[in-house]
T-cell receptor
Framework: AQSVTQPDIHITVSEGASLELRCNYS??????LFWYVQSPGQGLQLLLKYFSGDTLVQGIKGFEAEFKRSQSSFNLRKPSVHWSDAAEYFCAVGGIGGFKTIFGAGTRLFVKA | GAVVSQHPSRVICKSGTSVKIECRSL??????MFWYRQFPKQSLMLMAT?????????EQGVEKDKFLINHASLTLSTLTVTSAHPEDSSFYICSASGEGEAEAFFGQGTRLTVV
């Protein structure tokens, strides 16, 4: 069965510091991987996605993620965090043909001044 | 990316009444639509998957008689919460994908409050 694990429930980083959010997945076929961000009371915003090709993908707002098949991981990174990045981050895995997208539990990011 | 519109964004209803939430794909044909539920400070839990013209497939533990899903056209799916109770209060989000597509596009969600 497919699943997504985000081991960190919450993370606190200082503004300007680097960030890495972890994500591990379990999927029986070629995974399609996503990172979404959600601000309180808001919908989801897609940060980036990986379907195939270059395993380092660039997204919006300065985020990037690296797909590592051998580790079943898709960690999200940002070199310098801004206070506006404070939000909930969800890693998700899906498949082609309208196969359902499954979400991890989420990681809440706090940014301190 | 493709646009999915969800309506209403917020709704308050009385206990015992029914409420309908619409999910529309505005610029593509959505062969498959998904409905999720999100409790405060929790992740999105898939409720059901619907394919146009077919009955929805519900996830384990989701009451199909309570959460009626209709996907009558390639651009519209509706979720009706029947005989709503306060415990049904939640954030409901739909997503839609086209045939052969790997990505599903999400609506902005509906905040349902049952009083």
């Amino acid at each position: 069965a497919q699943s997504v694990t985000q081991p960190d429930i919450h993370i606190t980083v200082s503004e300007g510091a680097s960030l890495e959010l972890r994500c591990n997945y379990s999927y029986g076929a070629t995974p399609y991987l996503f990172w979404y961000v959600q601000s309180p009371g808001q919908g989801l915003q897609l940060l980036l996605k990986y379907f195939s090709g270059d395993t380092l993908v660039q997204g919006i707002k300065g985020f990037e993620a690296e797909f590592k098949r051998s580790q079943s991981s898709f960690n999200l990174r940002k070199p310098s965090v801004h206070w506006s990045d404070a939000a909930e981050y969800f890693c998700a895995v899906g498949g082609i043909g309208g196969f359902k997208t499954i979400f991890g539990a989420g990681t809440r990011l706090f940014v301190k001044a | 990316g493709a646009v999915v519109s969800q309506h209403p964004s917020r709704v308050i209803c009385k206990s015992g009444t029914s409420v309908k939430i619409e999910c529309r794909s505005l610029d593509f044909q959505a062969t498959t639509m998904f409905w999720y539920r999100q409790f405060p400070k929790q992740s999105l839990m898939l409720m059901a998957t619907s394919n146009e013209g077919s009955k929805a497939t519900y996830e384990q533990g989701v009451e199909k008689d309570k959460f009626l899903i209709n996907h009558a056209s390639l651009t519209l799916s509706t979720l009706t919460v029947t005989s709503a109770h306060p415990e049904d209060s939640s954030f409901y989000i739909c997503s839609a994908s086209g045939e052969g597509e790997a990505e599903a596009f999400f609506g902005q969600g509906t905040r349902l409050t049952v009083v």
